[in-house]
């Protein structure tokens, strides 16, 4: 050993030198290669369980002092509560740079992580496994930091087949990133390499959807400059949004997201920044349900493609948005809710609320979003509508829906040619084209109506009005237009034409036939909801149909068609566009409206047997309909009654100003009459036999006044056989009839109607019937009062007074009789009893004096030297004053002998004072004497009627036959209430 050291010392220089390094190297050899990651892989081992309170092993830990490396193999972190390792890798190599130590930074040359893998727990709300890992050492200060930024370079930055794994315990799920690869070449903030673009790259499958990113950025440099490219494939979206609060009742069932995308960011020289994001992001597979399962909205593919835009200036552009073949389910509830949209509330207890005590939001900038697709598109797409508050639910569906946009943008101004097109329930179709500005809101497009089916809308109808919508289509062609006033309120334009073809109804209680109608066009229609203002060229109607039907209970079908039966309304919704301003008024304007080859048919089954009529050849216009105040439209209308009674309507109203006008005329000729037998025998007791009706009527409205004129013309109109009917009256209606037909068997009827059509008690039908019966009853009770011009005014021509106990005829009874003669003449139908009439006090007072008369000139006539046994007219003797007491006094004296024969005696004792009281004295004892019998006051009667009969026959007007005497009315002293009133004629027409 000496010898060696001896021999060492006596080296030169240059070879002790060499010596010494190459102990050295072997030295330093020996410690990186051997003993450093020995000493290093215990501490690790040691202190690591110390700072983690968890387990840590390493299998292997090497060092190349000569490359400045480091491997740590075989890495494992155990969990804090089981023996399962948290962290692993398999490999950790870097490679630190020797130049780090001249350019006062960290550099490596390399860093590289193979097989890392992560288990993460999450085991409450707000715990997960690595939880008491995040909790620094109590009382730890913080380090200060150094002024000036750290420099460092790290390149060549490698993770290879990484793995992590994160269980949700209190979901229940578990979500694995596999094959994790990350590359980055460099990353520094040395002065030298700042402007150096860093370009990393990553890639993953993340629950089994591979996803890629990769780019470049300079971090340091000046201007920011970054490109990131992203691409991701498959993306399962419900895994991800479990883990977002939904207060919503709606679910994504499925969704699968690609993202291709480039974001690049630069900062330019004035410190402006720019952020744009290039590339496709696809949506697949999508499904909306809610927490039973129903299926919402539907799609395969949505597609983005994204443009470049500054997103930092609140610029979005798109290049094209495609959506393919979207199907959407919407249904009201019977409560009028709507599903989905009211899933879309929060739920209670869904969102928690938000502290009382919490800072408002600030309020967004006040420049928006602007969005340009340069190209969008929707295909196929289909909507299905549900109604289940109607009484029977309704489906609509709309489908073969596209619509396409070039652009569609929210910048103010910008025009976008927007195009469409649907399906409605497989058979009708919508088509437009147009420009559609946003905002403003503004749209004018051309609109295209084909074959839809009216029936389709039957559950709505029937909500309303009791009709079955058997056929019809609706059709409409023309331009709308949308834009809003100045009030932000969009008005609605419309320009153009619709028509409805082929309609048919159909009572739903009795089955019938109800309105129909081949085609109804509506011609150049102009319209304008701000302010309201119509205008039409033409209503045209081809052969409508109507049919009124009177059931077997007596009910009408049109007075029932409209629902009010209580049932529960449906919630309405609020129509669209808005009401006319208060003090605007509403303009409207129809040309003309055209009615050609009508008919309405008329069926009367609730009598036996059953009525019917038809109206056709029902051909009109209405010309120059308007609401503006002093226009009258003309009304022309014609048709015929049962192929054969024409009807005409002519005149002038104006319905739509704000005071209704109307001046109607009707005229109506040559009705048969006989058909209406059904009427007559169930209410009148007796058939039709024959005769023609005549119409000619006249209304006037002005207001809500109305004036009318009811000419009724009856020709020859003759009742028949009779008719048992429990309903019929029992009022004369025959005797009606013949007194208001003439000798032609013309009846004619003036009946004026009046009123307020404001009054809920007035109708023109109600006061036409009312007239009608008036007239009847009238027949019973004063049937000379119906005679009209044929009586002189004021004339009463049923009684024919007399004179007490007289028969004869007075000149003013003649002019009576005369007229009762031209009434009988002129109306043939009638006939005529003659009742006679007298009074037991006033007839018999002067019976009595006629025959005290007759008794003084007996006497005249004897003294004078009439011969016994001839024929003497005692009416032919005239006795003056000067004889008349010397008469009566011989009279007198014979009739005081008879009294004092048969024991009477005179009825006033003592001595009359004068002549007169002697005269009176006289006849008193005569009418005392005389006796009338019941039977000269019966015959008087009789005397008297045959005295009218026989006036009246006498000229040849009036036909004996026609003429009856009946019994005598004999008044007893207790009727003689008004004893004038007895000694008369009473005429009595049947």
Same mark, same amino acid.
Do not use: C
């Given at each position: 050993?000496?010898? /060696?050291?001896?021999?060492?010392?006596?080296?030169?220089?240059?070879?002790?030198?060499?010596?010494?390094?190459?102990?050295?190297?072997?030295?330093?050899?020996?410690?990186?290669?051997?003993?450093?990651?020995?000493?290093?892989?215990?501490?690790?081992?040691?202190?690591?369980?110390?700072?983690?309170?968890?387990?840590?092993?390493?299998?292997?830990?090497?060092?190349?002092?000569?490359?400045?490396?480091?491997?740590?193999?075989? %890495?494992?972190?155990?969990?804090?509560?089981?023996?399962? @390792?948290?962290?692993?890798?398999?490999?950790?190599?870097?490679?630190?740079?020797?130049?780090?130590?001249?350019?006062?930074?960290?550099?490596?040359?390399?860093?590289?992580?193979?097989?890392?893998?992560?288990?993460?727990?999450?085991?409450?709300?707000?715990? %997960?496994?690595?939880?008491?890992?995040?909790?620094?050492?109590?009382?730890?200060?913080?380090?200060?930091?150094?002024?000036?930024?750290?420099?460092?370079?790290?390149?060549?930055?490698?993770?290879?087949?990484?793995?992590?794994?994160?269980?949700?315990?209190?979901?229940?799920?578990?979500?694995?990133?596999?094959?994790?690869?990350?590359?980055?070449?460099?990353?520094?903030?040395?002065?030298?390499?700042?402007?150096?673009?860093?370009?990393?790259?990553?890639?993953?499958?993340?629950?089994?959807?591979? $996803?890629?990113?990769?780019?470049?950025?300079?971090?340091?440099?000046?201007?920011?400059?970054?490109?990131?490219?992203?691409?991701?494939?498959?993306?399962?979206?419900?895994?991800?949004?479990?883990? $977002?609060?939904?207060?919503?009742?709606?679910?994504?069932?499925?969704?699968?997201?690609?993202?291709?995308?480039?974001?690049?960011?630069?900062?330019?020289?004035? +410190?402006?920044?720019?952020?744009?994001?290039?590339?496709?992001?696809?949506?697949?597979?999508?499904?909306?349900?809610?927490?039973?399962?129903?299926?919402?909205?539907?799609?395969?593919?949505?597609?983005?493609?994204?443009?470049?835009?500054?997103?930092?200036?609140?610029?979005?552009?798109?290049?094209?948005?495609? &959506?393919?073949?979207? #199907?959407?389910?919407?249904?009201?509830?019977?409560?009028?809710?709507?599903?989905?949209?009211?899933?879309?509330?929060?739920?209670?207890?869904?969102?928690?609320?938000?502290?009382?005590?919490?800072?408002?939001?600030?309020?967004?900038?006040?420049?928006?979003?602007?969005?340009?697709?340069?190209? %969008?598109?929707?295909?196929?797409?289909?909507?299905?509508? /549900?109604?289940?508050?109607?009484?029977?639910?309704?489906?609509?569906?709309?489908?073969?829906?596209?619509?396409?946009?070039?652009?569609?943008?929210?910048?103010?101004?910008?025009?976008?040619?927007?195009?469409?097109?649907?399906?409605?329930?497989?058979?009708?179709?919508?088509?437009?084209?147009?420009?559609?500005?946003?905002?403003?809101?503004?749209?004018?497009?051309?609109?295209?109506?084909?074959?839809?089916?009216?029936?389709?809308?039957?559950?709505?109808?029937?909500?309303?009005?009791?009709?079955?919508?058997?056929?019809?289509?609706?059709?409409?062609?023309? *331009?709308?237009?949308?834009?809003?006033?100045?009030?932000?309120? @969009?008005?609605?334009?419309?320009?153009?034409?619709?028509?409805?073809?082929?309609?048919?109804?159909? *009572?739903?209680?009795?089955?019938?036939?109800?309105?129909?109608?081949? *085609?109804?066009?509506?011609?150049?229609?102009?319209?304008?909801?701000?302010?309201?203002?119509?205008?039409?060229?033409? $209503?045209?109607?081809?052969?409508?149909?109507?049919?009124?039907?009177?059931?077997?209970?007596?009910?009408?079908?049109?007075?029932?068609?409209?629902?009010?039966?209580?049932?529960?309304?449906?919630?309405?919704?609020?129509?669209?566009?808005? +009401?006319?301003?208060?003090?605007?008024?509403?303009?409207?304007?129809?040309?003309?409206?055209?009615?050609?080859?009508?008919?309405?048919?008329?069926?009367?089954?609730?009598?036996?047997?059953?009525?019917?009529?038809?109206?056709? #050849?029902?051909?009109?216009?209405?010309?120059?309909?308007?609401?503006?105040?002093?226009?009258?439209?003309?009304?022309?209308?014609?048709?015929?009654?049962?192929?054969?009674? @024409?009807?005409?309507?002519?005149?002038?109203?104006?319905?739509?100003?704000?005071? @209704?006008?109307?001046?109607?005329? $009707?005229?109506?000729?040559?009705?048969?009459?006989?058909?209406?037998?059904?009427?007559?025998?169930?209410?009148?007791?007796?058939?039709?036999?024959?005769?023609?009706?005549?119409?000619?009527?006249?209304?006037?409205?002005?207001?809500?006044?109305?004036?009318?004129?009811?000419?009724?013309?009856?020709?020859?109109?003759?009742?028949?056989?009779?008719?048992?009917?429990?309903?019929?009256?029992?009022?004369?209606?025959?005797?009606?009839?013949?007194?208001?037909?003439?000798?032609?068997?013309?009846?004619?009827?003036?009946?004026?109607?009046?009123?307020?059509?404001?009054?809920?008690?007035?109708?023109?039908?109600?006061?036409?019937?009312?007239?009608?019966?008036?007239?009847?009853?009238?027949?019973?009770?004063?049937?000379?009062?119906?005679?009209?011009?044929?009586?002189?005014?004021?004339? *009463?021509?049923?009684?024919?007074?007399?004179?007490?106990?007289?028969? #004869?005829?007075?000149?003013?009874?003649?002019?009576?009789?005369?007229?009762?003669?031209?009434?009988?003449?002129?109306?043939?139908?009638?006939?005529?009893?003659?009742?006679?009439?007298?009074?037991?006090?006033?007839?018999?007072?002067?019976?009595?004096?006629?025959?005290?008369?007759? &008794?003084?000139?007996?006497?005249?006539?004897?003294?004078?030297?009439?011969?016994?046994?001839?024929?003497?007219?005692?009416?032919?003797?005239?006795?003056?004053?000067?004889?008349?007491?010397?008469?009566?006094? #011989?009279?007198?004296?014979?009739?005081?002998?008879?009294? +004092?024969?048969?024991?009477?005696? +005179?009825?006033?004792?003592?001595?009359?004072?004068?002549?007169?009281?002697?005269?009176?004295?006289?006849?008193? %004892?005569?009418?005392?004497?005389?006796?009338?019998?019941?039977?000269?006051?019966?015959?008087?009667?009789?005397?008297?009627?045959?005295?009218?009969?026989?006036?009246?026959?006498?000229?040849?007007?009036?036909?004996?036959?026609?003429?009856?005497?009946?019994?005598?009315?004999?008044?007893?002293?207790?009727?003689?209430?008004?004893?004038?009133?007895?000694?008369?004629?009473?005429?009595?027409?049947?």
């Amino acid at each position: 050993m000496k010898n /060696t050291l001896a021999k060492l010392r006596e080296l030169p220089p240059l070879q002790k030198a060499a010596l010494w390094l190459g102990i050295a190297v072997l030295v330093y050899t020996l410690i990186g290669f051997l003993v450093a990651p020995l000493i290093l892989k215990a501490v690790l081992e040691k202190k690591l369980p110390q700072a983690l309170n968890r387990p840590v092993t390493i299998e292997t830990v090497r060092l190349n002092p000569f490359a400045l490396s480091l491997t740590i193999e075989g %890495f494992a972190l155990a969990e804090k509560d089981g023996p399962d @390792p948290f962290v692993f890798f398999d490999r950790l190599y870097v490679n630190l740079e020797s130049f780090s130590l001249f350019k006062k930074g960290l550099i490596l040359q390399s860093i590289s992580l193979k097989g890392p893998a992560i288990h993460v727990r999450r085991l409450d709300e707000k715990t %997960f496994s690595f939880s008491d890992l995040l909790a620094g050492p109590a009382g730890e200060e913080p380090a200060e930091e150094k002024s000036g930024p750290f420099l460092f370079s790290i390149n060549n930055i490698e993770i290879e087949n990484g793995s992590i794994r994160y269980e949700d315990l209190p979901k229940g799920a578990s979500h694995t990133i596999d094959a994790f690869t990350l590359a980055i070449p460099s990353i520094s903030n040395l002065p030298s390499r700042v402007q150096a673009s860093v370009q990393p790259h990553f890639s993953a499958v993340i629950n089994g959807t591979p $996803i890629s990113l990769a780019g470049g950025s300079k971090p340091f440099a000046e201007t920011r400059a970054t490109e990131v490219d992203l691409k991701m494939s498959g993306i399962n979206i419900p895994e991800y949004l479990a883990y $977002i609060p939904n207060p919503t009742g709606l679910t994504v069932k499925s969704a699968l997201l690609d993202i291709d995308t480039r974001l690049s960011y630069l900062l330019m020289p004035d +410190e402006a920044a720019r952020l744009a994001l290039t590339g496709t992001l696809t949506l697949r597979a999508v499904e909306v349900i809610d927490g039973k399962g129903e299926s919402y909205l539907r799609f395969p593919s949505l597609t983005v493609v994204l443009a470049d835009s500054d997103l930092l200036k609140k610029e979005i552009r798109l290049a094209e948005l495609t &959506l393919d073949s979207p #199907q959407l389910d919407l249904t009201r509830l019977p409560d009028g809710s709507i599903l989905p949209l009211a899933l879309l509330s929060p739920s209670d207890g869904g969102a928690p609320e938000a502290p009382a005590d919490r800072e408002e939001a600030p309020s967004p900038s006040d420049d928006p979003v602007s969005v340009t697709i340069d190209r %969008f598109r929707l295909d196929n797409g289909a909507v299905t509508w /549900t109604d289940q508050a109607l009484e029977n639910p309704a489906r609509v569906r709309l489908d073969a829906i596209a619509l396409t946009a070039a652009p569609l943008s929210t910048v103010p101004g910008t025009e976008n040619a927007v195009t469409g097109s649907l399906r409605l329930n497989q058979t009708g179709s919508l088509k437009t084209d147009g420009i559609l500005v946003l905002d403003p809101l503004a749209l004018n497009t051309s609109v295209t109506v084909e074959g839809v089916q009216l029936k389709d809308f039957q559950p709505y109808l029937s909500e309303e009005a009791r009709i079955v919508l058997a056929g019809g289509t609706l059709g409409l062609q023309g *331009d709308l237009a949308v834009k809003e006033d100045a009030a932000g309120q @969009p008005g609605l334009h419309f320009a153009g034409q619709s028509s409805v073809a082929g309609l048919a109804t159909t *009572d739903t209680l009795s089955g019938e036939d109800l309105v129909k109608w081949k *085609d109804l066009q509506v011609r150049e229609i102009a319209f304008s909801s701000s302010p309201f203002e119509l205008t039409i060229a033409e $209503i045209r109607l081809e052969n409508p149909y109507v049919k009124v039907l009177i059931n077997d209970d007596g009910t009408v079908n049109i007075s029932h068609i409209a629902r009010t039966d209580g049932r529960k309304d449906a919630p309405s919704t609020a129509p669209l566009g808005k +009401e006319t301003p208060p003090g605007a008024e509403a303009k409207i304007a129809i040309q003309k409206v055209t009615l050609r080859n009508g008919k309405v048919l008329f069926l009367d089954r609730s009598i036996k047997p059953a009525y019917g009529a038809n109206l056709d #050849q029902l051909n009109g216009a209405i010309t120059g309909l308007s609401s503006r105040a002093g226009t009258l439209a003309t009304v022309k209308v014609d048709a015929r009654i049962d192929k054969q009674a @024409p009807l005409a309507i002519s005149g002038e109203v104006n319905p739509l100003s704000e005071v @209704p006008f109307a001046d109607i005329k $009707i005229d109506f000729k040559d009705f048969n009459l006989s058909p209406l037998s059904p009427y007559t025998g169930k209410y009148v007791g007796y058939k039709t036999d024959k005769g023609k009706l005549n119409l000619d009527l006249r209304y006037q409205l002005k207001g809500n006044r109305l004036e009318s004129s009811n000419n009724v013309f009856l020709d020859q109109f003759t009742l028949g056989e009779g008719v048992e009917s429990p309903d019929a009256t029992s009022l004369p209606v025959s005797l009606a009839l013949a007194l208001l037909k003439n000798r032609q068997g013309e009846i004619s009827l003036d009946i004026p109607v009046t009123g307020d059509l404001n009054d809920p008690e007035f109708s023109v039908g109600g006061v036409v019937i009312q007239v009608l019966v008036n007239l009847v009853t009238k027949a019973a009770t004063s049937p000379f009062a119906l005679l009209g011009s044929l009586i002189p005014e004021g004339e *009463d021509l049923q009684h024919i007074p007399f004179e007490p106990g007289r028969a #004869q005829l007075t000149a003013e009874t003649t002019g009576k009789l005369s007229a009762v003669a031209n009434v009988l003449h002129e109306r043939p139908g009638l006939r005529m009893d003659i009742s006679g009439g007298a009074a037991s006090v006033l007839d018999r007072r002067a019976l009595a004096r006629i025959r005290m008369d007759k &008794l003084v000139k007996l006497e005249k006539l004897k003294g004078t030297g009439g011969k016994k046994g001839e024929d003497v007219d005692l009416q032919g003797i005239e006795v003056n004053v000067e004889e008349y007491p010397r008469y009566l006094k #011989q009279a007198y004296s014979k009739a005081l002998k008879a009294a +004092e024969d048969e024991g009477r005696k +005179e009825p006033l004792p003592g001595s009359p004072e004068n002549e007169g009281e002697a005269v009176s004295r006289m006849e008193a %004892f005569l009418l005392q004497g005389i006796k009338i019998e019941e039977e000269e006051l019966r015959l008087l009667a009789l005397d008297r009627a045959n005295t009218v009969l026989g006036y009246l026959i006498e000229p040849g007007k009036v036909e004996p036959g026609r003429l009856f005497v009946i019994e005598p009315h004999l008044a007893r002293p207790e009727e003689e209430g008004a004893q004038e009133s007895q000694t008369q004629v009473e005429l009595l027409l049947k």
